[in-house]
């Protein structure tokens, strides 16, 4: 176990830190980018809050209830973590260590808490930070999608403002017009070959 608040020692250099306003798009972006460089791996954070229709356990998240989020905490097992609407979100350190040891480009998708967190612990690592087109657009985007209740939609909007404020933290911003042009400037980051062009028939 390594106690809080303890640098961690990999190579970081292949680690990237994908954060930016809910709705701005960020799992569509992982989403491609697994799609098209398996060779990615991307953290599966552990959350208490419960599955939305169509997430798998250990896909999308791991399911913990509170007292399992408690033990990671307390056991030193998160590299980072935060609370949003009274959910508790975290990225496992251990697998985010050996893939970087074994030197496995990580993607870590995470909220701006989570993210200076990782810049303390991991200072190697590049934070990218993701921002919408425009605040309308980012609005449109979350009320849009309609997985939420009006009030948590109000405080995602609340958040987003923190979160779009703190942009000039990150080492490199990206916005979203083009989720193939965000993805393509990932793999530059990760130096990651291109995708090969599929074969003539």
């Given amino acids: 176990m390594i106690p809080s608040g303890t640098p961690e020692q990999p190579a970081a250099r292949r680690l990237l830190v994908l954060s930016g306003p809910s709705g701005v798009g960020k799992s569509t972006v992982v989403r491609e980018l697994r799609r098209h460089h398996p060779a990615v791996w ?33 056991d030193g097992e998160l590299l980072e973590h935060a609370e949003f609407a009274g959910k508790r979100y975290g990225t496992p350190r251990r697998p985010v260590v050996e893939r970087l040891a074994a ?45 939420e209740a009006p009030d948590v939609v109000e405080r995602r909007l609340a958040a987003a403002r923190t979160e779009l404020a703190a942009e000039p933290e990150f080492d490199l911003t990206l916005v979203n017009t083009s989720v193939q042009e965000v993805c393509d400037r990932l793999v530059a980051l990760l130096e990651i070959p291109a995708r090969s062009p599929a074969p003539e028939a």
């Fill in 103 to 147: 030197g496995v480009p990580v993607l870590l998708e995470i909220d701006l808490q989570g993210a200076r967190q990782v810049r303390e612990r991991m200072p190697e690592a590049r934070l990218v930070f993701l921002a919408p087109p425009s605040w309308d657009e980012l609005v449109r985007r979350l009320v849009g999608r309609g997985t």
């Fill in 42 to 74: 991307v953290s599966v954070s552990a959350t208490t809050r419960f599955p939305r229709p169509g997430e798998v356990d250990g896909v999308h998240y791991s399911f913990v209830d509170d007292a399992g989020f408690d033990r990671l905490v307390a």
